[in-house]
């Protein structure tokens, strides 16, 4: 095999935690200029492997190889050296830091003189171009606080840039990015790709992999499945071989008869903003929230939860007013938000499954003490049976799932607590596609069951997929009520982007 062939290859990988395998004799190599797509089921292993390559794990058996020679990566720093940059699934800049400081953070660029003073113009112009490179115009004095998400990830990539990486690492780069940040994202791995630069890229989105990849590998429980050209593989076999079967149907939708008010918003105002929302949700249809991401959805959920104060306005629950000034109350009004951020509101890390599943209703159970909290526990560890959360184990740290998995335990959580109202944002992001169904059949029977379902989604196949009427809200404002007959693509894109 020639030498210019291969950028990196791995062989023969092993890794486990505390004795459980998780990647078994993975082989993969890394073409340069390629883009390598890795795809699987939530806790395949994706993660773990690429955090093989970058350092951040060290691997039990096997062999590295980096332009047909063996190397050891024990550390970020090796990777670094030899040019492999990674963007994680969680971000890594500092928001206090401005734009260039972070990209050279621990690695400033000094002086020549006899003091080594920070050489800021060199770094700054240096960030410049890098930034150039990634289509961004961005002042490299910017604070990173005051960036969206989208344009943070585009630093990291720029930040990437500056090191001169020949491999750029991105595992679910795209997962909480609008629409127009995903297409400058796209486009720009087709540049470093163009530039010569090898990119693995993991994502649970299967028509993103299907435009950008060049070639896919598939694993399945540790194990690799195959690695094939994309051009050789429909979406059908993708899922078939990372799940192991044919998918029948990606949106169960189940018919159900049209029930009572179950959340009635009136004039809410929130901080801040001018505008007011009103609305109202019904047993037995699932109602749709959607909007460009910024159209201010997740803080009018946030607002009715009591997350954030609102100006004014009403919220009734089955027709009762509330009075909501805390997310407590909120609970103890039959309220649930399964919110579109795991890691900071969703999820304690360092607390075990089981206590993660179980505040939210311990909480509300505590009063009247309708449930015993081992029933409710019972109830939380069916959830988890059904959700298929791999591992299951209740006693387990949160951070010790993969990134999916933590976030069905977030569903799990508030599906145990038994709510009337439930909000869900964003509830399938980072969801394989297999388990995505599951969360479906389980919001039906929600459903089925009385319970009043409102999903803030920015995939809009979901919301076609499984909602009865779709709201689309633009710059705070709701505007447009559509019934599932009348919702199409292009009704809800005009009216998420102001009638334009
Ligand atoms: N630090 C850890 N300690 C124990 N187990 C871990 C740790 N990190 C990962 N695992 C386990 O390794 C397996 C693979 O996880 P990994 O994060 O690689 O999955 P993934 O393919 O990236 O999934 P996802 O699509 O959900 O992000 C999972 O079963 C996970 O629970
Ligand atoms: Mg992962």
Redesign the pocket.
Known sequence: MEKSSRLLELKNIYKG??GIK?LKSIDLDIKPAEVHVLL?E????????IKIMTGAYSKDEGEIYWEGKKVEINGPSDAMNLGIATIY?ELNLIPELTVYENMFLGREIKSNGRFSLLNRREMKKKAVECLKLVGQDISPDQKVSLLGIGKQQLVEIAKALTMNAKLIIMDEPTASLSESEVEQLLQTVEELRKRGIAIVYIS?KLEELKRIGDRITI?RDGSKVETLPVKEVSTDQMIKLMVGRDLDEKYPKENFMLGDEGLRVEKLRLKGSKNEISFTAYQGQILGISGLVGAGRTEVARGIFGVDLIESGKVYVFGQETNIKSPKDAINAGLAFITEDRKSEGLILDQSLEFNMTIASLERFKKGLLIEPAQMKKKAENYIKELQV??GDIGKHA???????QQKVVIAKWLATEAKVFIFDEPTR?I?VGAKVEVYRLINSLVQNGAVVIIISSELPELLGICDRILVMNEGEITADLLREEADQEKIMKAATGGM
């Open positions: 935690f505390f998780v699987g939530n806790g395949a292993g994706k993660s773990t492997l699934q649970h694993l791999r591992p951070r010790k799932l993969s990134g999916g998995n980072g394989d």
